[in-house]
């Protein structure tokens, strides 16, 4: 039998969200074809859109009593209101936060990060931002613990 | 140092339950996790360790070995199991996903030959996973 769980322990909680939007790059101070030769097909005028998946990592001490880092509905409660509803099929460039900023996923990323430090019951450490199945972005605010190169091996 | 992933599955039951609460109390925080008769998940369990490269065999860890120190420490133990119930840590400890990855970390911890462990994931859901990566200083 292994030894018994710390009662306040940290632990990273990690939670994914879907939602599914269009947008435009394009930068108003650029030319054309400024805008051709840095976003490519990403500028066609008409837009385009993308199924994001959203990992939010939150971290804290086990509360002794739940078990937990923090309350599961009330971090999906908070993503529903702050997250889906504002962002799941619209389009990004109408959006307050990308009137003056490019709607790239590295500029989603950070957005979504302010948002999530809103949530009063955890800290955010990282959000992570799949545009497709093979470009991903992250924010990190508090990198993980790292373990040091020295082994050890108890009996 | 070279950091080495190994993925392990194991399916169990488990519900949330304080008793220091009421029942009420217990609907409230836990919702349908409260319900005492149970539900179940497929885990997925996926244990980081680090280590350096042995310059004769070229792994870190031998891989057939920490599968196996997988299935004794943990699958086997924990694999088609009501966790509450049939497993020894949970007795005192809610068998949440934070709590899961906690235990599995002290099962685990000190027993990978030439290594050490550095995280602990699991997932409960493809969208829902905890990391453990031992007590910080």
């Known amino acids: ?19 599914s939007a269009s947008h435009r790059l394009h930068v108003d101070s650029f030319t054309t074809e400024q805008n051709r030769a840095a976003y490519g097909k990403c500028n066609n005028p008409y837009g385009h859109g993308h ?12 509360h002794p009593a739940t078990g937990m880092v923090c309350d599961l509905a009330a971090l999906d409660s908070f993503a ?7 962002f799941d099929h619209m389009n990004l460039n109408t959006l307050a936060p990308f009137r003056d900023r490019v709607p790239t996923t590295e500029n989603f990323t950070v957005e979504i990060a302010r948002i999530f430090q809103t949530f009063p019951h955890a ?5 992570r931002v799949e545009e497709t199945s093979n470009n991903s972005f992250e924010y990190t605010l508090r990198p993980a613990p790292q373990t040091a190169a020295q082994t050890t091996t108890k009996g | ?6 993925k392990a599955e194991f399916s169990a039951a488990h519900y949330y339950w304080n008793d220091a609460w009421t029942p009420e109390e217990n609907a409230r925080v836990f919702g349908k996790c409260a319900n005492r008769n149970g539900h179940g998940h497929n885990y997925t369990l996926e244990v980081t360790v680090a280590g350096e490269v042995d310059p004769v065999t070229g792994f870190v860890v031998d891989l057939k070995q920490l599968k196996d120190i997988l299935e004794q420490e943990v699958v086997s133990v924990y694999d088609h ?4 119930l049939e497993v020894p840590e949970f007795a005192a400890h809610i068998p949440t996903t934070e709590n899961i990855a906690v235990a599995i970390w002290n099962r685990l911890d000190g027993k990978i030959p030439n290594a050490k462990l550095h995280r602990v994931r699991v997932y409960e859901l493809a969208d829902l996973f905890a990391d453990y990566y031992g007590e910080q200083a």
């Open chain 1, 80 to 86: 529903q209101t702050n997250l889906l509803t504002v």
């Open chain 1, 1 to 19: 039998m292994s030894a018994p769980t710390t009662s306040r322990a940290r632990a990273y909680l990690s939670r994914r969200y879907h939602l």
């Open chain 1, 123 to 127: 800290e955010l450490t990282r959000v």
């Open chain 2, 81 to 84: 199991r009501n966790l509450n």
């Open chain 1, 51 to 62: 199924n994001y998946t959203i990992e939010v990592t939150l971290a804290g001490p086990i």
């Open chain 2, 1 to 6: 140092m070279v950091l080495l992933t190994r």
